[in-house]
Nanobody, 121 residues
């Protein structure tokens, strides 16, 4: 069983930065991708960024390209989401998830509890 724990959320002013962390523990054979997803108030959850555990390839939603960077530290079993130039529309609960890949949430069996990011002046 794989457990995921997010951290690093908080309140930040527009234009500011935050770094989210997703720490994994446990073991499973069916995980090839770690993804960050978010749910904004009144909206459906959406994919933000993905990283392949196999080859390190990264993917980003158009809304965050050029502002967010996903990375991994295999030694620490941790995936990061560096978020720069934050906008009020980035306000959401951010979740990390582990699964076989793609933007389809059904491909992700393991989810963290979420961390709140609020961008406001």
């Amino acid at each position: 069983q794989l457990q995921l724990v997010e951290s690093g959320g908080g309140l930040v002013q527009p234009g500011g930065s935050l770094r989210l962390s997703c720490a994994a523990s446990g073991f499973t054979k069916d995980v090839y991708t770690i993804g960050w997803f978010r749910r904004a108030p009144g909206k459906e959850r959406e994919g933000v960024s993905l990283i392949s555990i196999i080859d390190g390839d990264t993917y980003y939603a158009d809304s965050v390209k050029g502002r967010f960077t996903i990375s991994r530290d295999n030694a620490k079993n941790t995936v990061y989401l560096q978020m720069n130039s934050l906008k009020p529309e980035d306000t959401a609960v951010y979740y990390c998830a582990a699964g076989v890949g793609s933007w389809y949430e059904g491909n992700y069996l393991y989810w963290g509890q979420g961390t709140q990011v609020t961008v406001s002046s």
